[in-house]
């Protein structure tokens, strides 16, 4: 599944005294398969931007295409989109609303018409996916669980569907430092398994250097940047202008650099930076 | 789409009408209502209609932003006008069929749909040209007395204030579940009645779980500023006439009294 945006432009409450332009001529493609982060400021556009990929919101004026199809277009199938493009929201555990959770993960595939045994093997196998045990879980009630629990269990709902492409709205926000790495760990091994497109937003360097192919910078209303990770941080003055961060690991190498240590540039792979850091003391 | 409701809505402007205490424009308002009902002419209601149109002119609302709150009830002002005209009996002037219209049925017709469109109008205004703090801190204040009686009015006024102003953050929680449903394939524009009403259980589900929290957030938020009550609790705005209220007092009592001579002497 190939996501193509052209000239997309989204005004909320225009001809208001309150209208604000959230997109401005975005413009970019995603091919099949890749992990896409995207970064930028509170405000920039990125929730906006993420709810034009499965229709939720209407384009002012631009295009969306996936899979050449034009997702834009009258008499598009709403369903058939919601299929193919999974999105998970900021803070996903405040939908959940059914008695137990495999109900509420079944909601999802039950919308798709999609019933009997193969609905409880995708709820099964969505509920194993996030990392938590079917049999354990499957009866309890999605509010006696943890928080981090609970973002599981909304993120299983969306996976249940079977999504293609597989959108994350900061799937992170508000979660410990453990949990944290078990959500992003999760999600990469929802990426090795099925091969998806997955795109998150994020406010952690660390995850956008270590799992993406490609970053979208937004700022403004604006794609500023469409480009590798390394070629994003290796702007680091420009990437701090932006109100970003550099990840840790590149931060660390440059403060060895200036020290007079002898790594490259721009180190944005904590692999690379531990086998360039041992080659010194070796 | 929920979010286009402006009846009780706040219209940002700056005019004398905003700048009031919003002491003298609830009371203002409150007799502005009885005076509706105190008038049974129609010169009474062309008076109160001009009344009205001077102090809407010097509010800086837009005639447009009022009447648009108002489509909202026109069917209740299409309901009364229907029913007055064909249910009252007396001189008949019109006769079709089953229905007929007497003259005291379109006087009556006329004269209630004038009454709602007035009392609509003039309510609407108050809280067009008054923010809601303030509106309910007017109240608090008014009924201060009350709290002598131990009707617990500081709690009454504080229950308002929260309420309306967290109208909009739930319209807002409400906006972003129905997406996030409709994200999972959720459908809530088709289907008949029975099965809508079912649809619309994902929604009001972590609706309430949301407002809950919010509930329970905010009542910690205002215990760890020890927030205990009324009692010994002083303002950040002391409300204080100015002239421009006691102006504003002495033109509505001078309104009331020429209403009642009118009704007497006409
Ligand atoms: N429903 C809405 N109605 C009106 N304006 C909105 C709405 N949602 C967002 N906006 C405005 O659009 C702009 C972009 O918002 P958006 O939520 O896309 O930002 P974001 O990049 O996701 O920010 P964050 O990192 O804080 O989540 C903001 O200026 C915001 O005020
Ligand atoms: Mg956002």
């Known amino acids: 599944m190939s996501i193509e945006v052209k000239n997309l432009c989204h005004v909320y409450e225009a001809g208001t005294p309150s209208e604000s332009r959230a997109l401005e001529d975005v413009s970019f493609t995603i091919e099949n398969g890749k992990f896409v982060g995207i970064v930028g400021h509170t405000g920039s556009g990125k929730s906006t931007l993420l709810q034009h990929l499965n229709g939720l919101l209407k384009p002012t004026s631009g295009q969306i295409l996936i899979d050449g199809v034009d997702i834009t277009a009258d008499g598009t199938s709403m369903l058939d989109i919601r299929k193919k493009v999974g999105l998970v929201f900021q803070y996903p555990e405040y939908q959940l609303f059914e008695e137990t959770i495999a109900k509420d993960v079944a909601f999802g595939p039950k919308n798709l018409g999609i019933e009997g045994e193969e609905l409880e093997n995708l709820v099964r196998e969505a509920i194993e996916m996030v990392g938590l045990d079917y049999e354990d879980y499957k009866d309890k009630s999605p509010f006696e669980i943890s928080g981090g629990q609970k973002r599981r269990v909304a993120i299983a709902g969306v996976l249940a569907m079977k999504p293609e492409i597989l959108i994350l709205d900061e799937p992170t926000a508000g979660l410990d430092p453990r949990a944290h790495k078990d959500v992003m760990d999760m999600i990469k091994n929802i990426h090795e398994k099925y091969h998806n497109t997955v795109i998150f937003v994020s406010h952690n360097m660390n995850d956008i250097a270590n799992l993406s192919d490609q970053v979208l910078v937004f700022a403004k209303a604006k794609l500023l940047k469409d480009a590798s990770p390394r070629e994003v941080f290796a702007m680091k003055e420009w990437v701090l202008d932006k109100d970003l961060d550099l990840p840790d690991v590149t931060n660390l190498c440059e403060a060895l650099r200036e020290k007079g240590f002898d790594l490259s540039e721009t180190i944005i792979d904590i692999d690379q930076a531990e086998k360039e850091i041992y080659d010194i003391f070796k | ?266």
């Open chain 2, 1 to 266: 789409m929920i979010r286009d409701i402006t009846l009780g809505q706040y219209y940002n402007a700056d005019s004398v009408i905003h700048r009031l205490d919003p002491r003298i424009k609830i009371i203002a308002s409150l007799l502005y209502i009885v005076e509706l009902f105190v008038v049974d002419s129609f010169i009474g209601f062309f008076y109160a209609t001009a009344a009205l149109g001077l102090v809407i002119a010097l509010s800086k609302v837009p005639l447009s932003f009022i009447f648009r709150g108002m489509k909202a009830l026109l069917i209740i002002l299409i309901f009364t006008f229907v029913i007055n005209l064909f249910m009252i009996d007396g001189t008949i002037i019109f006769k079709l069929w089953i229905f007929t219209i007497s003259k005291e049925g379109l006087y009556a017709a006329l004269f209630m749909t004038f009454r709602l469109v007035l009392l609509i109008t003039g309510t609407s205004l108050l809280t067009l040209t008054t923010k809601p703090i303030s509106l309910t801190d007017g109240l608090e204040r008014l009924l201060y007395p009350l709290s002598k009686l131990k009707v617990p009015t500081h709690e009454i006024a504080m229950m308002m204030t929260i309420a309306l102003r967290f109208i909009p953050t739930l319209l807002e929680e409400t906006d972003k579940i129905i997406k996030a449903q409709q994200a999972r394939g959720a459908d809530f524009e088709s289907g008949n009645l029975i099965n809508r009403a079912k649809n619309l259980i994902p929604i009001i589900v972590p609706l309430f779980v949301s407002a809950f929290r919010i509930a329970h957030d905010l009542a910690m938020a205002m215990e760890a500023r020890c927030y205990k009550g009324g009692e010994g609790r002083t303002r950040l705005h002391p409300m204080k006439y100015g002239k421009r209220d006691l102006v504003a007092y002495v033109l509505v009592f001078a309104f009331l009294a020429s209403i009642i001579l009118l009704r007497i002497f006409i």
